[in-house]
Nanobody, 113 residues
Framework: QVQLVESGGGLVQAGGSLRLSCVVT????????MAWYRQAPGRQREWVAS???????KYADFAKGRFTASRDNIKNTISLQMNSLKPEDTGIYYC???????WGQGTQVTVSS
């Protein structure tokens, strides 16, 4: 079965940090770019960052300089290190396999002011 399971969300004060992780079924992980998306209530889901099979990273403008995406091709995981968090970073963060469009269930990130 295909699984993408996020973890690491929680409550943090503005300026703080969180590290999110996503464990992915190997059969789909090894084939594709992996990505992080986020969605706030009443807002459209937006792309945050991606990392290719050969470890090339891309970031949305709001994430550049603050967030770092990575992947471990042995453990079949992706991570998102988030620093200097702002209240506007609040939302549900999702792991996605881009090739097949597989999504995790998401993990809640709440940044207080």
């Amino acid at each position: 079965q295909v699984q993408l399971v996020e973890s690491g969300g929680g409550l943090v004060q503005a300026g703080g940090s969180l590290r999110l992780s996503c464990v992915v079924t190997r059969d789909i992980f090894i084939l594709s770019t992996m990505a992080w998306y986020r969605q706030a209530p009443g807002r459209q889901r937006e792309w945050v960052a991606s990392v290719t099979i050969d470890l090339k990273e891309k970031y949305a403008d709001f994430a550049k300089g603050r967030f770092t995406a990575s992947r471990d091709n042995i453990k079949n995981t992706i991570s998102l290190q988030m620093n200097s968090l702002k209240p506007e970073d609040t939302g549900i963060y999702y792991c996605k396999q881009e090739l097949g469009g597989y999504w995790g269930q998401g993990t809640q990130v709440t940044v207080s002011s």
